[in-house]
């Protein structure tokens, strides 16, 4: 009785199935036509948006969390200066022309921003150090809230134009920013430039990254050369005077560079200079442990002029081995006088790293600090040897160039 009763059920819920089945498929044919299938192709993939924060609603927020850091940096100088007697003399003997010295105030100003929470304000050295001929008589850092603060200079390196200066004691420092890792930027990312350029505080100027590892030389003002300043960031972003020692600062308000200078041409726009975030932190941290103002690149020096080996010079110098750099100028005095090297010797390798190329065993020297040991490998009139020599710091006006033999 009981199986008579089981299978018509069976059979009714099989039947019920079947046609659920149907429907079910009638209605994604009819419902769902874009889903990948035998004659479906796949739909497109896109990217959610991030929860409608957009690159604009990042920058705002970034200048935001960041501007309260940003300071603006006022110098007052007293100094002298030599004026002709006569400018009939002038034109005939320029400066070497009678004249007499004239004292002279001046003021200038420049940005910063809050570095450590000990009052420590990182900013160009060509803001903080005064020309030759003058002396600082008062600096100030104004803050964003318009307290007027004084300051004075802890150390700066003139060659790399980074400083440090603080301010002590003030109960109402904002939080020092945080640097970003200058060697992962990308081509096209957001910049924010953030200073008081023409003593507009607070101002914020937009771009990209434009650019790595530019050269710029800052003349002096008689036209001279001066500094020329290399690894730079170029960047859209408008930088002007006022501007300089301010951060350039990405969209998570870290900073990326400080704003140092622009292309001087009335036919350029756009074309502005940082230094790196990874140059300002190594040269910071050299500054806190050195304090004083410094004149020299930071870099890595021996004093040797150098040459790649040709079939020419190899002959000259009787090396027949593969790879190393000849040795064509020993500065007297340098490190590598002290260590005995000579012209016509080859250096093989650097603290067991072989090299054959000017270029890269110059940029191996350089990468080391001043007082770091160098291990050489030298063959030196058909011997090899081991050459210890100690650094000191490559002097930015005076490089040593590749000679010819």
Do not use: C
């Amino acid at each position: 009785m009981s199986n008579n009763r089981i299978l018509p059920a069976l059979i009714i819920g099989l039947a019920g199935a079947v046609l659920g089945s149907f429907a079910m498929m009638l209605y994604a044919s009819t419902h769902f036509s874009g889903i990948a299938g035998p004659n479906n192709s796949a739909p497109p993939v896109s990217a959610a948006p991030l929860a409608g924060i957009s690159d604009q609603a990042r920058i705002v927020s970034a200048v935001k969390r960041t501007k309260a850091s940003v300071v603006a940096i006022q110098v007052e100088i007293n100094g002298q200066q030599y004026v002709p007697v006569d400018p009939f003399f002038q034109q005939f003997f320029g400066n070497n022309g009678p004249s007499t010295v004239q004292r002279y105030q001046g003021r200038a100003s420049g940005s910063g921003f809050v570095y450590d929470t000990q009052g420590d304000i990182v900013t160009n050295a060509h803001v903080v150090t005064p020309p030759s001929t003058g002396h600082i008589t008062k600096l100030t850092v104004v803050f964003a809230n318009g307290d007027h603060v004084p300051a004075h200079v802890v150390a700066a390196n003139i060659d790399s134009d980074v400083a440090i200066i603080r301010v002590d004691h003030y109960a109402k420092l904002p939080p020092p920013l945080q640097l970003a890792d200058s060697s992962r930027l990308e081509q096209g990312q957001w910049a924010i430039a953030i200073g008081e350029p023409l003593e507009l505080q607070q101002t914020v100027t937009l771009g990209v990254v434009s650019g790595f590892n530019r050269q710029e030389e800052i003349a002096t003002e008689g036209g001279n050369t001066a500094i020329d300043f290399k690894g730079l960031l170029q960047t859209s972003a408008p930088i002007n005077p006022g501007n300089s020692g301010g951060p350039l600062i990405d969209m998570n308000g870290h900073v990326i560079g400080i704003n140092q200078s622009t292309v001087r041409s009335a036919y350029a726009q756009g074309i502005g200079f940082a230094i790196p975030s990874n140059t300002v932190r190594a040269v910071v941290a050299q500054l806190e442990m050195h304090p004083g103002i410094h004149q020299g690149t930071g870099e890595g020096f021996i004093g040797v002029g150098l040459e790649n080996l040709t079939a020419g010079l190899r002959n000259q110098i009787g090396y027949s081995g593969s790879g190393g750099v000849a040795v064509v100028q020993v500065i007297g005095g340098s490190p590598a006088d002290t260590a005995g090297l000579q012209p016509g010797d080859v250096i093989l390798g650097a603290d067991g790293r072989a090299f054959s190329s000017v270029q890269a065993l110059s940029s191996y020297i350089a990468s080391k600090k001043p007082g770091d040991q160098l291990r050489l490998n030298v063959w030196a009139q058909g011997n090899k040897q081991l050459v210890v020599v100690r650094l000191t710091e490559k002097p930015a006006a005076q490089p040593v160039q590749q000679q010819q033999p």
